[in-house]
């Protein structure tokens, strides 16, 4: 199996920055993807950024420009640069790793990003 820790979340003002980590560690030979997924309170989880075993990525349209998904292979680690983050970015942020083995995948806890206005 596969285990994922989130780190980065925190507090910060619109127009501001995060850089979240998704460490992964287990049978990580089994990830074909890993994407990151947010939820706000009263909202249905969506998916905001993915990147596949071939690097390749694709991102909400929400984000677009302004998210950037990447990975270093070395640390089994992923990572989500946030620029210019508003108010409606506001979220639990999880990180979902898709396994070959396990159709409904791994998630992780979860970490708190809070924009304020």
């Known amino acids: 199996q596969v285990q994922l820790v989130e780190s980065g979340g925190g507090l910060v003002q619109a127009g501001g920055s995060l850089r979240l980590s998704c460490a992964a560690s287990?049978?990580?030979?089994?990830?074909?993807?890993i994407g990151w997924h947010r939820q706000a309170p009263g909202k249905q989880r969506e998916l905001v950024a993915r990147?596949?075993?071939?690097?390749?990525?694709n991102y909400a349209d929400s984000v677009k420009g302004r998210f950037t998904i990447s990975r270093d292979n070395a640390k089994n680690t992923v990572y989500l640069q946030m620029n210019s983050l508003k108010p409606e970015d506001t979220a639990a942020y999880y990180c979902?790793?898709?396994?070959?083995?396990?159709?409904?995948?791994?998630w992780g806890q979860g970490t708190q990003v809070t924009v304020s206005s």
């Open positions: 287990g049978n990580t030979f089994s990830i074909n993807a």
């Open positions: 990147i596949s075993g071939r690097a390749d990525t």
């Open positions: 979902h790793a898709e396994d070959r083995y396990f159709p409904n995948g791994f």
